[in-house]
């Protein structure tokens, strides 16, 4: 299967690419100009498995590259994924994450036969559910973002589905919930927690600045979520959204207290204003029901062990 994956660079993206290689499969990888040269990441046996071509979302026409790239599958990844910055620059994520999806998907299903034969994963996130309530989400839990981030997503699943029914085109939507791993960026929760126990213990310090410590997260490896995403690819069913969680919560501060642990240092938490986020939602926990029934996927590295890879990696 030739499969283009957008965003193939990032941080899911690139291990996303290295399955599709290591399970037979070949890539077109769609990246912002300008980024890190694939050399430096992919295995060297797969080099020659992977095409790649400069995709800018926000650029009107930017999707036309894609035209010269047949492809059995896409996996959309690409997006203005943090928080932080979809909040400092709302007009930045609308044009990515909603034009850009609408852009891209109608420059796929533009392509003699693609409506029929491609099948497209639309990554939104667990974040459209909203604040909710304390039980597990399900895919029929109503849509109700609380951050422009959030809001973006649950547009763009909107733009997915406007242009699978004017073309025909296969479309499902993956939501995952948060997930980590080696190689995320420090502008996300767990690694600024890593990068600031690690400063703390070589300085000596007793406190670490954070943010609100109470909401409870469903955390998932990023090896997990990207076996659900090909599990989908192979299993899934076009039209519906699938919910990709372990069912498992655990609060901002025990992870806080499992990460200081494997660092090796005892610290109290300092709160700090800027750390906080005007929207958080309490508790953040998925029931993957049905994406398990429809595939046979399950989550198989636990927290844990991925928090203990990463302390490793950033302290060896």
């Known amino acids: 299967m030739k499969v283009l994956v957008t965003g193939a660079d990032g941080f899911v993206g690139r291990y996303l690419v290295r399955s599709l290689l290591g399970?037979?499969?070949?890539?077109?990888?769609?990246?912002?100009?300008?980024?890190?040269?694939?050399?430096?990441w992919l295995p060297p046996d797969g080099r020659e498995r992977v095409e790649t071509v400069d995709l800018e979302l926000t650029e009107p026409h930017g999707a036309d590259a894609l035209a010269g790239h047949p492809v059995d599958a896409l996996v959309h990844l690409a997006a203005l994924a943090s928080g932080a910055e979809a909040r400092d620059h709302p007009e930045e994520a609308w044009a990515a994450n909603v034009l850009g999806t609408l852009r891209l998907l109608d420059a796929v299903a533009a392509r003699p036969g693609s409506a029929n034969n491609a099948r497209v994963l639309v990554i939104s996130t667990a974040e459209v559910y909203g604040r909710g309530s304390g039980s597990a989400r399900t895919e029929?839990?109503?849509?109700?973002?609380?951050?422009?981030?959030?809001?973006?997503?649950?547009?763009?699943?909107?733009?997915?589905?406007?242009?699978?029914?004017?073309?025909?085109?296969?479309?499902?939507?993956?939501?995952?919930?948060?997930?980590?791993?080696?190689?995320?960026?420090?502008?996300?929760?767990?690694?600024?927690?890593?990068?600031?126990?690690?400063?703390?213990?070589?300085?000596?310090?007793?406190?670490?600045?954070?943010?609100?410590?109470?909401?409870?997260?469903?955390?998932?490896?990023?090896?997990?979520?990207?076996?659900?995403?090909?599990?989908?690819?192979?299993?899934?069913?076009?039209?519906?959204?699938?919910?990709?969680?372990?069912?498992?919560?655990?609060?901002?501060?025990?992870?806080?207290?499992?990460?200081?642990?494997?660092?090796?240092i005892e610290v109290e938490p300092q709160p700090?204003?800027?750390?906080?986020?005007?929207?958080?939602?309490?508790?953040?926990?998925?029931?993957?029901s049905k994406l398990c029934n429809a595939t046979g996927w399950q989550p198989r590295i636990p927290f844990e062990q991925t928090l203990a890879e990463m302390v490793h990696a950033q302290t060896n």
Not at 274 to 282: E, K, W
Request: negative net charge; proline residues 7%.
């Open 272 to 288: 700090d204003p800027a750390l906080q986020r005007p929207a958080d939602i309490p508790h953040l926990v998925g029931d993957a």
């Open 140 to 264: 029929e839990d109503r849509i109700d973002p609380v951050s422009p981030y959030a809001a973006t997503k649950a547009a763009a699943e909107l733009a997915a589905g406007d242009v699978a029914r004017r073309t025909g085109l296969a479309v499902m939507l993956a939501r995952p919930f948060p997930h980590t791993g080696v190689g995320q960026a420090a502008k996300y929760v767990i690694p600024s927690f890593l990068e600031r126990l690690i400063e703390a213990k070589r300085q000596g310090a007793s406190t670490i600045a954070t943010g609100n410590l109470d909401p409870v997260r469903d955390i998932l490896d990023v090896r997990d979520v990207v076996d659900g995403y090909l599990a989908l690819l192979d299993r899934g069913t076009s039209g519906e959204a699938y919910n990709v969680a372990s069912g498992t919560g655990y609060s901002v501060r025990e992870i806080l207290r499992l990460m200081a642990g494997l660092v090796g």
């Open 23 to 40: 399970r037979g499969d070949r890539v077109v990888a769609a990246v912002r100009p300008g980024g890190p040269d694939l050399d430096t």
